[in-house]
């Protein structure tokens, strides 16, 4: 398994504002997400962080409110730009593990999450 | 694209009793279906996982078992006890290449002492 961390771990803000959520790993991982959960829900896929390279965003989410950027294999950030209330909920770092550098397993592990309210 | 339903959404259960989550997929080439423990305030944590090449899995009080035929798969949980409860989620997947985790809705499950 890996070993995830985000800061902050939570967070109250303001409307209007911008945050930055960051997620390390303690090992060198192929593949990060950023998933979203907002209150009582399931997980929702915001998009794949790559490596020095524009980061994959699913259905419903853009760039432009989702900036991502990944600089290297055990570090990202996800900043939640001009925020609204409906912008409240946790938010999600995940990673899936490659073992021998030759594959990818399923096997995909979440941090401990950000929990973000917006005024 | 895959869909994943989830039964029930609440389940409570006396300490001591069993407990059984049931998921259904809809793609039949998904092939990889972990389950995922939440506790409140904590990330989910990945607790047992199966693959499409075996019916059952078990680790020590939890296994999972998956009929590809039907397309569903099903979490239980034996001899429960109160630090069990949490919300449960199931996920499905395909194994080859990128594909994203596709989630159930979740089961809050409560045990009571």
């Known amino acids: 398994s890996a070993v995830i961390s985000q800061k902050p771990s939570r967070d109250i803000c303001q409307r209007g504002t911008s945050l930055t959520i960051q997620c390390q790993v303690d090992?060198?991982?192929?593949?990060m997400f950023w998933y979203r959960q907002q209150p009582g829900q399931s997980l929702t896929l915001i998009a794949t962080?790559?490596?020095?390279?524009?980061?994959?965003?699913e259905s419903g989410f853009v760039i432009d409110k989702f900036p991502i950027s990944r600089p290297n294999l055990t570090f990202s950030t996800l900043t939640v730009s001009n925020m609204s209330p409906e912008d409240s909920s946790i938010y999600l770092c995940?990673?899936?593990?490659?073992?021998?550098?030759?594959?990818?397993?399923?096997?995909?592990?979440f941090g401990p999450g950000t929990r973000l309210t917006v005024l | 694209g895959e869909n994943v339903e989830q039964h029930p959404s609440t389940l409570s259960v006396q300490e001591g009793d069993s407990a059984v989550i049931k998921c259904t997929y809809s793609?039949?080439?998904?092939?990889?279906f972990p389950w995922y423990k939440q506790e409140l305030g904590k990330g989910p944590q990945l607790i047992i996982d199966?693959?499409?090449?075996?019916g059952e899995k078990k680790d020590q009080r939890i296994a999972v078992t998956l009929n590809k035929t039907a397309k569903h798969f099903s979490l239980h949980i034996t001899e429960t006890q109160p630090e069990d409860s949490a919300v449960y989620f199931c996920a499905a997947s395909k194994k080859t290449g990128f594909q994203k985790l596709v989630f159930g809705t979740g089961t809050r499950l409560l045990v009571s002492p």
């Open positions: 090992s060198q991982v192929t593949m």
């Open positions: 962080a790559n490596q020095g390279s524009e980061a994959t965003y």
């Open positions: 793609d039949s080439a998904s092939n990889y």
């Open positions: 199966i693959r499409s090449n075996v």
């Open positions: 995940s990673v899936r593990t490659a073992r021998d550098g030759q594959h990818v397993y399923n096997e995909q592990f």
